[in-house]
């Protein structure tokens, strides 16, 4: 019988050309494959007589399935453990070692690594490209050739990897590699920590092409430096990057504090010092420049993105992890697509919990029962598209007004400053719109007429332009819509618009006896958030599941937000149309307050008390109500002075008016006039109807 030869024993099938028994036992093949793992070629360590080793290569034989041609002629040479190489997490760094045993023996502690085929020495320019934008650790054998080899792949890789390191490993023994130093006892966070010490390679002066007699500038090491950042702009031309920091990604504004220390802190790292604050800037502003005019105009979004038909909301943890919800459910995912932004204060959302309703949210909400649904009704409305209502909590002292509040932005948009005082002016408020999701606003008594608008543009949707500070000509633009919580001891919705939008929640007065210590309050609350927030994110997905089968009658007040809630209605705790029938009665509650605290609306009234129709001019009515009130809503700021006011004014209190039963009709028979007519009372849900 014809002896096997050693190559053979495996069944690895016969060799045909170069290689045959006198090269000894076959001690371990290393199959190489491209990115698709399509296999291209072997390397073969065979184990000498002379107790040596020696390595050859083979490729599949095309006409002879099962065997092999021991050359690589014609076939393209790939890094070793390709496939592995281009599906792993660009953030995670990669080891490049110089044989394919210790690239196997770090794969096995779940690292990313690789090395290029036959050996030191044996580098190839196109393997440079499949590490572009990598962080490459190299680790070289302890002995010339292998030191040899690290420092011309450092060279290779230079200005195309986003950073080269070269990690010799301590006490290493002549000849040694990173098995050796395994063996030897060395742990997988022992080496990881050794890597992030390790500062960056950098070339000697004059040895790359560009750097011929040349010193770099540090302005230019940091430019080289940010390589790796993705960089894009919004749609007003703010320029950002998205930046790898430790296992995750992080986006800033290349112009924040956040991006400009991740530039200094890689820079240290590189060269032991820090980088002067000219280069810094200079580094910086050519890096803003790429964003605006090579980077993609991308969306950037705080705490709450809609895309397509899924909904995220950023944990804000350290991590960088969100929640993608969908039409079949939610998940945590590590690295969401959306470019979600950090801004300061923001505080972190726990981890959310499957398996319980938003029922376990009530012991938590002072309201009444009839206006409970309400309560959840607003926060299932703040994780729409928008336009929202604005939750307003009303109640004397001691009804839990500002707890309520903090509980409900603490579920969605947690912040160190939950509660703030109102804005002076439309530009604070927009600012405070562009770092927040929710706002919230305290003690509020009494709404300036222009920030009772801005209330209504921030619910319903709108933008404000300013003049930048320090500079003549260039404008800031804020667009925004956002969900609102207003809370006072007093009605703040004075205004019909700002009615119109707001859900009333009136905070009942809590007993000393059933009062709790604010430290056991909030422990059992952030006991129970988790799955607070997981109940809510199930509402979220139903309502995306069933919006497009949602079709109401007669449409109330803001529309969308009604359809949204009732689309979630199967996972929210309460039976089928109790939202609508709660959210009517609010409405009808709402209008009828702030019906009673417009002096004009009160005046149109009376005068239509005994009669059906009254007719004549703008300067006519303004007399015949004039005497209808006192002198004191004369002198007032609320009653119209002139004509004109009073036909403006009779445009805002109309849907007041005609819930009540008084249209309001305007026309021109010489002159133009007015006419009061008596109608049919309606609810406050047909009347938005009819005026829609």
Known sequence: MKKSRPYEAKGYGPARGNGGSRLGELDAVYPYRDASGNLLFEVCRFRTPDGGKTFRQRRPDPEKPGEWIWNLNGVPLVLYRLPELVAADPAIPVFVTEGEKDADRLANWGQVTTTNPMGAGK??????????????????????????????????????????????????????????????????????????????????????????????????????????????????????????????????????????????????????????????????????????????????????????????????????????????????????????????????????????????????????????????????????????????????????????????????????????????????????????????????????????????????????????????????????????ILNGIDSVAEKGDLAQREILINCPYIPKEARKPEARFWAEFNATRPLILGALFTAVSTALANRNRVNLQGLPRMADFAEWVTAAEPALPWEPGTFLAAYDSNEAQTSEEALEADPVAMAVLALMKDREVWQGTASELLDALEGLVRESTLKSKLWPKAPNALSNRLRQVAPLLRARGVEIERGKSGVRFIMLRKGVQKTAQTAQTAQT
């Open 123 to 484: 580098w190839r320019e196109e393997y440079n490209q499949c590490l572009r934008g990598r962080r490459v650790v190299i680790l070289p054998d302890n002995d010339p050739p292998g030191r040899d080899h690290s420092l011309h792949v450092a060279q290779a890789l230079y200005g195309v990897a986003a950073s080269v390191k070269i990690l010799n490993l301590p006490r290493l023994p002549e000849k040694g590699d990173i098995s050796d130093w395994i063996d030897a006892g060395g742990t997988i966070e022992k080496l990881l920590s050794l890597a992030e010490a390790t500062p960056e390679w950098e070339p000697p002066v004059g040895t790359t092409e560009e750097g011929k007699n040349k010193r770099e500038s540090q302005a230019e090491q940091l430019i080289k430096l940010a390589a790796d950042a993705e960089l894009f702009h919004d749609s007003v031309l703010k320029a950002y990057a998205t930046i790898p920091v430790g296992r995750h990604y992080e986006t800033w504004p290349v112009r924040s504090h956040g991006f400009r220390g991740w530039l200094q802190e890689r820079f240290y790292r590189a060269h032991g010092k820090p980088a002067g604050g000219q280069a810094l800037q200079d580094a910086i502003d050519l890096v803003a420049a790429r964003a605006i005019y090579d980077g993609p105009e991308v969306s950037t979004f705080v705490r709450v993105a809609h895309i397509g038909d899924r909904v995220y909301v950023d944990l804000a943890d350290a991590e960088w992890r969100a929640v993608e919800i969908s039409p079949e459910g939610w998940r945590v995912v590590e690295r969401p697509t959306v470019k979600f932004l950090r801004p300061r204060g923001m505080a972190s959302l726990p981890v959310p919990e499957p398996g319980d309703s938003l029922a376990v949210l009530r012991p938590f909400v002072n309201c009444q029962d009839e206006e409970w649904p309400l309560v959840v009704a607003w926060l299932v409305g703040a994780l729409s598209r928008g336009p929202y209502p604005i939750l307003m909590l009303q109640g004397e002292q001691g009804s839990a007004k500002t707890t309520t509040a903090r509980v409900l932005k603490a579920l969605i948009d947690p912040s160190m400053a939950p509660q703030r005082a109102a804005p002076r002016n439309q530009r604070d408020l927009m600012i405070s719109a562009a770092n927040s999701w929710v706002l919230s606003f305290d003690n509020l008594s009494g709404l300036e007429k222009w920030l009772s608008n801005a209330f209504c543009r921030l619910a319903t949707g709108g933008g404000l332009g300013t003049r930048e500070l320090y500079s003549d000509a260039d404008e800031v633009l804020f667009d925004a819509m956002r969900p609102l």
